[in-house]
């Protein structure tokens, strides 16, 4: 929700790192600063132990939200999507017990189709190179690997 609360892209950047600040106390063991998200989200990383790369990796994509320019490729596109909610739901995943790679697939699943659903309202932003038919391509591929993957 950065992207929708700042209207300078500074101001964003400037919001990611606090998180990234943030991460930094979580994991090097220093007292959490107090926010309804970052205290809970302590808690469950000591406890389950969730690695520090994919909260970080989240971070990173993310990021990517507050830069205009459109994507360059499918293979950009898929990028972004790994690293948002690719890594949210390998996370969920690997937390549950389950398969990282499963999770990285659903999420990219997950991720490609919110393009796809976003496409009219991105087509001349982020997604003016793509064209909606290989989105909608690109997630019945990853769909097919997810499926194959749980089997």
Known sequence: KVPDLVSEPMMGASRYQWWRECSDEVYLGQPVRAHE???PLAELIAQSGLSRFLLDRIIDGRERDLDPTPFADLAAATAYVDA?????ARAAVT???GAAQS?????RVWGLCGLAR???YYCDKILKELEFTD???ATMVAYTEAELTSV
Not at 84 to 88: C, D, E, K
Not at 103 to 107: C, I, K, Y
């Open 95 to 97: 937390l549950c017990g």
């Open 84 to 88: 948002t909610s690719g890594a949210l």
């Open 135 to 137: 989105l909608l391509d």
């Open 118 to 120: 976003s496409y009219r």
């Open 103 to 107: 999770g990285l697939l659903a999420g």
């Open 37 to 39: 998200v970052s205290q």
